[in-house]
């Protein structure tokens, strides 16, 4: 979510206090307080604080980003989102792969009113501009029902998105079996999910995306099932779900760190969730994720000896050198 503007480090302070994410987001915090803000912004402002924000990320080590919109609501407000998304992707040495979320429901607005918005002006409007490959929905017990986020989800396959939904992270809602049932490349957090939601998600190829720093923001106790997804075969990625109310981190090497410590996942697995099973939730696996011939050379070199040392020792910058498809766009002095 690397289109924003404003932050919301006082939601982060108030949970400290023992405020839930759901009692912020009823006063007038949450999702819809960075819509006001970035609304406020044009589009030249909210340019400048993404540009800003991927020179970073850069030096983390991010060679292929998928940047969704969703904090504009309106069809006029979510166009300008997608076109700094365009103008970024053109101005970037970076692979930028644009995302079209279908975030909440506007205040004042009714909730049927807005699913019909979006299926009968917004999507067709957005599949029109041809600037979003993906049309994502946040389907949980404080945004869209399992039934508005089908509707909305067929809607946008039928106007020739990919699919993908963010679930399951505040309730287990069944929207695992929805990802399977729709055919989504990926679904994110799966926080709820179920053993049978997940084991529809492997036969249905569909890629769990699991978001650990959320997870570390919230301070949330249920952690999504691990094993399950290790004993059905299911390749994990991981990714950082960078957002200004419930994780501002945008390094993947601290994300792979949070995957191993929060959710124990293995070093192993934790490493491929941020390469080729990271590849495999943008289907971008047939040209990115490994090193192999035809691939892109998409390379880091880290200042260790041991992978293992990437959870173990993520307090440091470990890494020395990026490299996008065979030229160095980060080299530290050290």
Known sequence: HLVFA????????????????????????????????????????????????????????????????????????????????????????????????????????????????????????????????????????????????????KRAKDLGFELKIHTDELANVGGAKLAARLGCVSAEHLIYSTRSGIKAMKKAGVIPVLLPGTSLYLQTEKKPRIKDFIKYGLPVAIATDFNPGTCMIYSMPKIIALACIVYKMPVDMAIMGATVNAAKALRMDNRIGKIKQEYDADIEVWNIDNYRKIPYQFGEDLIKIVIKKGKIIYETNN
Do not use: W
């Not at 919301?8 to 307080?33: N, P, Q, V």
């Open 6 to 153: 404003g932050t919301r480090e006082d939601e982060f302070a108030m949970r400290l206090e023992g405020i839930k994410y759901e009692t912020i987001a009823r006063k007038g915090g949450g999702i819809l307080r960075t819509v006001a803000m970035t609304r406020s912004a044009n589009e030249d402002e909210l340019f400048k604080l993404a540009e800003e924000r991927l020179r970073k990320i850069i030096h983390h080590g991010i060679t292929t980003i998928e940047i969704k919109s969703g904090y504009g609501l309106s069809l006029g407000e979510e166009l300008k989102m997608l076109r700094v998304i365009d103008r970024l992707k053109k101005s970037s040495v970076l692979d930028i792969i644009p995302t079209y979320l279908v975030h909440t429901i506007p205040r004042l607005m009714k909730r049927r009113d807005y699913v019909d918005m979006q299926c009968e002006e917004m999507l067709p409007e957005v599949a029109h501009s041809k600037l979003a490959v993906f049309c994502d929905i946040f389907c949980d017990k404080t945004a869209f029902t399992k039934s508005e986020s089908e509707k909305i989800l």
